[in-house]
Antibody, heavy 121, light 107 residues
Framework: EVQLVESGGGLVQPGGSLRLSCAAS????????MSWVRRAPGKGLEWVAN????????HYADSVKGRFTVSRDNAKNSLDLQMNSLRVEDTAVYYC??????????????WGQGTMVTASS | DIQMTQTPSSVSASVGDRVTITCRAS??????LNWYQQKPGKAPKLLIY???NLQSGVPSRFSGSGSGTDFTLTISSLQPEDFAAYYC?????????FGQGTRLEIK
């Protein structure tokens, strides 16, 4: 079964750091771009970051650029998101997602169940 | 950045109804438009990719159309499990952006 499982969420004070992880199973992540998407309470979906198959190219939303870093370990079939200088507005459920490319597909086709991050004092 | 605007923001409908949700891009995005469904407490689910392609396993009552700046998602005959939030998303260029969502509620 193709699956993504996030971990690492929790409560952190504004200005603090947190590292999210995403473990993939049922497919080889080295064949895919991978992504993080979040949904703040009462709001819609917001794309956070994308990372290329080999990690050589990364893209970030302006709202997290310079504070968040996406990385991947293809040998471990996993993806990480290092979040620094967290703000109250970063409070959200964070989803790990597979980003399909090629064959006309350019979308988030597999999603994890999400992990909650709360930045609050 | 490309802004995605969905209409309506919410809609009430009955089982068996035909429902259409519209998504407009602030500039042309060819067919690089995807649709997702999200139920409370669950992860989003890809329904339609590249404007009109049905994702594997998605019922055929869902369909998508459009190109350029105007797109639609149509549910031909609503089923009880279709009451959820729906989002469009453009993959034409970075930053990737989503519409604000449409909440589909039971009348």
């Amino acid at each position: 079964e193709v699956q993504l499982v996030e971990s690492g969420g929790g409560l952190v004070q504004p200005g603090g750091s947190l590292r999210l992880s995403c473990a993939a199973s049922g497919f080889i992540i080295s064949s895919y771009w991978m992504s993080w998407v979040r949904r703040a309470p009462g709001k819609g979906l917001e794309w956070v970051a994308n990372i290329k198959k080999d990690g050589s190219e990364k893209h970030y939303a302006d709202s997290v650029k310079g504070r968040f870093t996406v990385s991947r370990d293809n040998a471990k079939n996993s993806l990480d998101l290092q979040m620094n200088s967290l703000r109250v507005e970063d409070t959200a459920v964070y989803y790990c997602a597979r980003y399909c490319t090629g064959g006309g597909c350019d979308a988030f086709d597999i999603w994890g169940q999400g992990t909650m991050v709360t930045a609050s004092s | 950045d490309i802004q995605m605007t969905q209409t309506p923001s919410s809609v009430s409908a009955s089982v068996g109804d035909r429902v259409t949700i519209t998504c407009r891009a602030s500039q042309g995005i060819s067919s690089w438009l995807n649709w997702y469904q999200q139920k409370p407490g669950k992860a989003p689910k890809l329904l339609i990719y590249t404007a009109s392609n049905l994702q594997s396993g998605v019922p055929s009552r869902f369909s998508g159309s459009g190109s350029g700046t105007d797109f639609t998602l149509t549910i031909s005959s609503l089923q009880p499990e279709d009451f959820a939030a729906y989002y469009c998303q453009q993959s034409n260029s970075y930053p990737i952006t989503f519409g604000q969502g449409t909440r589909l509620e039971i009348k």
